[in-house]
């Protein structure tokens, strides 16, 4: 990785007696793709407005390429992308005219906007819908257009709030793959987003956060060791039988997670224990081994699944 482009040190944000984030250290190097992972209300999204440059901190420290936001802001904005969570594009204007209005805004001269548009429209694959109204595509291809608008200006830092919520798989695996093309090209991405499978496939590193305050910090691979098993059997007997059944699992796996549909089994022996729970007499009407996921992980952390997001 390249140096540091973003550092926080104690960063803070308060409202009036509530503490949205409470004194959180970070970095984030050239390059590098970096998650903050966390439930509703977190402090995700007010740790990326921090970052945006647009809300300024409580107290603590932070440094965005090498400046001050409080005092720096116009600056550092100017090489920042922003993907905000609800898609803000100008459904009155075409494809095309999205991306040049927000250039313009930037200030950018229309002799470099117009390849650069040509550019950005082969990168978001809408090149045909270059002449067709924002109300006419599909949410895949209104995201990839709103992250192709954050990209206009060449920035250094792309930050992407929640990128593929409300997304269908197919137009999540597209965006990845844009993504990874991106970070690729040298762009730094931090990412918030509540999806663990994402969060797995783009970030070199990631942060969970939970009250405000940072609870874990590493890459995907090392915080599933650190706080998880290498597998875990999900087995369902029925949302009013998993409680009872819980309960005479013992010495089956290290330990056991019960979840309103299913029960967790975190094990490094999966077939083995799915074995031993058949052998106490308690036949599963679903079963699954799989291996452990950051899912796994938060769900640890936070005392939260994703269902209850």
Same mark, same amino acid.
């Given at each position: 990785? %390249? ?39 977190? %402090? ?7 970052? %945006?440059?647009? *809300? ?5 420290? =932070? ?24 898609? &803000? *594009?100008?459904? $009155? ?16 001269? !229309? ?8 550019? =950005? =429209? ?14 006419? *595509? ?14 206009? &200006? ?20 597209i965006l990845w793959d844009r993504l990874f093309r =991106? ?6 991405? +931090? ?23 940072? +609870? ?8 599933? !060791? ?15 039988? &998993?409680? $009872? ?34 052998? !106490? ?15 796994? +992980?938060?769900?640890?952390?936070? %005392? ?6």
């Open positions: 990785m %390249g140096d540091v482009v973003i550092h926080a040190a104690g960063l803070t944000k308060a409202y009036g007696e509530l503490l949205a984030v409470a004194g959180i250290d970070f970095h984030v190097s050239q390059g590098e793709s970096f998650g903050i992972l966390g439930p509703n209300g977190a %402090g995700k999204s007010t740790t990326m407005r921090m970052l %945006g440059a647009t *809300l300024e901190r409580t107290s603590g420290d =932070l440094d965005i390429l090498g400046r001050d936001p409080s005092r720096e802001g116009p600056t550092i904005r100017a090489h920042l992308g922003v993907v905000p969570q609800q898609d &803000n *594009l100008d459904t $009155e204007l075409t494809v095309g005219e999205n991306l040049y209005t927000y250039g313009r805004y930037f200030g950018l001269p !229309r002799a470099y906007l117009r390849p650069r548009i040509d550019e =950005l =429209l082969a990168f978001a694959q809408l090149e045909d819908k270059r002449d067709a109204k924002v109300d006419a *595509l599909s949410g895949g291809m209104k995201r990839r257009l709103t992250i192709a608008r954050g990209l206009v &200006n060449e920035p250094t830092i792309l930050l992407l709030d929640e990128p593929t919520t409300g997304l269908d798989p197919q137009a999540r695996h =991106l970070k690729e090209s040298g762009v730094t991405l +931090v990412i918030t987003t509540h999806y663990m499978d994402e969060a797995e496939q783009l970030c070199d590193r990631l942060v969970v956060m939970d009250g405000g305050r940072i +609870v874990a910090e590493g890459s995907p691979i090392e915080l599933i !060791r650190e706080h998880s098993t290498r597998e875990v059997v999900e087995v369902r007997f029925g949302s009013d039988r &998993n409680a $009872e059944v819980a309960g005479h699992l013992d010495g089956i796996g290290e330990r056991h997670e019960v979840l309103p549909d299913r029960i967790l089994i975190y094990t490094n022996a999966g077939e083995a224990d799915l074995q031993a729970v058949v052998s !106490r007499g308690f036949m599963p009407v679903t079963s699954l081994v799989r291996r452990a996921s950051l899912e796994d +992980v938060f769900l640890r952390l936070t %005392g939260r699944s994703l269902a209850d997001e």
